[in-house]
């Protein structure tokens, strides 16, 4: 299962760049006890990453039983990230400070989707 962007899916987010904001819809499935390695790389994005690259956090909440959903469609988490711009998001992933803390989220994870929404 995917987890965390690759180069090609970097480039092809630059590409695609409308201009502007971007909010980046995560739905995350942790592995079991990955919620306390969540918990330090979200610190870290929240005191050192998100302020140094202009992004915040939307929302933040924990999934509940799906409503409307396939089997294997529920999510542990729900987060939205605004960031000033798909450069910006870009510049923060490569941020060699940034890639020490990245294992904390892949080791969290089972399952995740990261998905650029442009807001209207």
Request: glycine share 10%; net charge negative.
């Amino acid at each position: 299962m995917a987890i965390d962007p690759r180069g090609s899916d970097l480039k092809r987010l630059l590409a695609e760049d409308p201009g502007g904001p971007v909010v980046m819809l995560n739905l995350l499935r942790f592995a079991e006890g990955g919620r306390e390695s969540y918990d330090r790389y979200a610190a870290a994005l929240k005191e050192t990453f998100l302020p140094r690259y202009g992004g915040e956090v939307v929302y933040a909440g924990d999934g509940g039983t799906p409503l409307v959903a396939e089997e294997g469609q529920a999510w542990d988490v729900v987060l939205l990230v605004r960031y000033p711009s798909r450069e910006a998001f870009s510049a923060m992933v490569a941020d060699p400070e940034y890639q020490q803390v990245t294992h904390f989220r892949s080791e969290a994870l089972t399952e995740a989707v990261l998905q650029p929404t442009t807001p209207r």
